[in-house]
C-alpha cells in the first residue's frame, strides 16, 4: 500500500507570492490534516479535512488555507508569503478521527527568500 | 490551554543505554497520548499510543505508561541501538477532536556506538 505522498518535496519562493502545496493520503483513508513544523514553534496544526469539508482549524491566519477533493487528495495554500512561513509542511492521513493513527507524508520544505 | 512538554534535547547516549524522554501535558478532560518518531528526511511515524489512565503503550522495544494522575506519558527503552537515533515527538488528542493534534517540541536522541 503506497504512503501518503507530498509535492513538491522542495519549493523557494519570494515574499508576496503564493504557493500550493499537495497531498495525497493512503488509499482509503478519507481525512487529512496539515500541520506546519518549524524549529521554533515546532509542529502546529494548521487544519483537518474530511470528505471535503474542514471540520478543524488551527490557529494561523486566513492566508493559510485548503481544500479536499472528491477523491481525497488535499491541497493548501499560502499568499503573500511571508519570510516566517518558511518551514517544513506535512500532511498526515487517518481513516476517521480521534484516536486513529496518522500517517505521515514526507513534507515540503518551503523556504521563502 | 492545552499543551504538551517534554525535556529538551539534544539526548546522547551510547548504545545499550537505558533510554527516558519526559513527557507532561496539560490537558481537559481525558485525552490519549501518542508517540511519534521522525526520522531525517522523512515524516512522523507512530511508536506507540495509549487511550486510557494505566494503558501501557509499547512498540519495538520502546513504552510508556498513561499516568492520570502526574499528567506524564514518558517514553523508556531499556537497551539503545545505534538505529533509534532519531527525533521524538509526544502528541495528545481527543476521540471527537476531528484529528487536531497537540505535539510537544520534540527530543532528538543520539545513540552512539
Known amino acids: 500500500k503506497a504512503g501518503v505522498t507530498q509535492t513538491p518535496r522542495y519549493l523557494i519562493k519570494t515574499r508576496g507570492q503564493q504557493v500550493t502545496l499537495s497531498c495525497s493520503p493512503i488509499s482509503g483513508h478519507r481525512s487529512v490534516s496539515w500541520y506546519q513544523q518549524t524549529p521554533g514553534q515546532g509542529l502546529q496544526f494548521l487544519f483537518e479535512y474530511f470528505s471535503e469539508t474542514q471540520r478543524n482549524k488551527g490557529n494561523f491566519p486566513g492566508r493559510f488555507s485548503g481544500r479536499q477533493f472528491s477523491n481525497s487528495r488535499s491541497e493548501m495554500n499560502v499568499s503573500t508569503l511571508e519570510l516566517g512561513d518558511s518551514a517544513l509542511y506535512l500532511c498526515?492521513?487517518?481513516?476517521?478521527?480521534?484516536?486513529?493513527?496518522?500517517?505521515f507524508g514526507p513534507g515540503t520544505r518551503l523556504t521563502v527568500l | 490551554g492545552n499543551s504538551v512538554t517534554q525535556m529538551e534535547g539534544p539526548v546522547t547516549l551510547s548504545e545499550e543505554a537505558f533510554l527516558t524522554i519526559n513527557c507532561t501535558y496539560t490537558?481537559?478532560?481525558?485525552?490519549?497520548l501518542f508517540w511519534y518518531v521522525q526520522y531525517p528526511g522523512e515524516g512522523l511515524q507512530l511508536l506507540l499510543k495509549a487511550t486510557k489512565a494505566d494503558d501501557k503503550g509499547s512498540n519495538k522495544g520502546f513504552e510508556a505508561t498513561y499516568r492520570k494522575e502526574t499528567t506524564s506519558f514518558h517514553l523508556e527503552k531499556g537497551s539503545v541501538q545505534v538505529s533509534d537515533s532519531a527525533v521524538y515527538f509526544c502528541a495528545l488528542t481527543w476521540l471527537y477532536n476531528f484529528n487536531k493534534f497537540y505535539f510537544g517540541s520534540g527530543t532528538k536522541l543520539n545513540v552512539k556506538p
Open positions: 498526515a492521513s487517518s481513516l476517521e478521527q480521534g484516536n486513529n493513527e496518522q500517517f
Open positions: 490537558a481537559t478532560g481525558y485525552p490519549s
